[in-house]
């Protein structure tokens, strides 16, 4: 079927990041499958993150259906896009909606995109899992695929002004070997596996990083245990809480 929608919105996002002069560094896109059924898996720090977890797909030639809540659809400007798409709703009052939409896609062979933390971390550091994309992997008979983005953050994030200048941001992406779901395992168990296999990935695209803080008061992006400014985990919890 011709992706009227999707690959023009690719092709303006690549244009944008050039002109944003992106140093983008993306590594292990050779274990996303080139054909059937997975789910891409990622850490969530900004807004942005689904356009470059969809952008590792691309050298496979795979165009990724990501989970999204679903007043993004309901959007003027998103909404004909995200549909265009063919990215799946998510209405949390209706979860079991875009469940059975999801398995759909992952039985027809369309590679799915869920960020199992639900919503963008604000201490950048790796939340707990839903174990949703575990569930979903076990009943399609799809693997895993685990994915860490980092730098994201600082150009558009929760509680931060968006940063579209040409500012030569470097963007890391590092995409992990597959990890199974077996159908007679715990999906718990299989959760805390990709998440272990995830935090894995994050350490190592942060490792890899070139950017630095120019000073204390450009700390913000950075987490407390590398450093940075950012909240701690517990002190995000307790603004949530309040």
Wanted: aromatic share 8%; charged share 25%.
């Amino acid at each position: 079927m011709a992706e009227l929608v999707y690959r023009p919105v690719v092709g303006l996002a690549l244009t944008m990041f050039k002109a944003w002069d992106l140093k983008i560094d993306c590594k292990g896109s050779e274990n996303i499958p080139r054909s059937g059924g997975a789910v891409l898996v990622s850490n969530h720090i900004s807004y942005l993150d689904f356009i470059f977890n969809g952008m590792a797909a691309l050298p496979q030639k795979r165009l990724v259906r990501f989970m999204a809540k679903e007043s993004v659809f309901r959007h003027k400007v998103s909404g004909p896009l995200m549909r265009g798409m063919k990215h799946i709703p998510v209405d949390r009052k209706r979860g079991e909606t875009a469940y059975a939409h999801a398995l759909d896609s992952l039985r027809s062979g369309e590679i799915v995109g869920v960020f199992p933390e639900a919503t963008i971390s604000q201490s950048f550091t790796l939340k707990s899992f839903k174990s949703g994309a575990a569930r979903m992997a076990q009943e399609a008979g799809v693997p895993l695929i685990p994915m860490a983005v980092w730098g994201t953050q600082r150009l558009w994030t929760k509680g931060h002004p968006r940063n579209f200048r040409r500012s030569h941001l470097p963007v890391t992406i590092r995409v992990g070997e597959p990890v199974d779901a077996p159908g007679d395992q715990y999906a718990g168990a299989i959760t805390r596996r990709l998440r272990g296999r995830v935090h894995e990935l994050l350490e190592a695209a942060q490792r890899a990083y070139p950017g630095r803080p120019r000073g204390a008061e450009d700390s913000w992006w950075l987490p407390a245990h590398l450093g940075g400014s950012a909240p701690t985990p517990d002190e995000v919890r307790k603004a949530e809480a309040r």
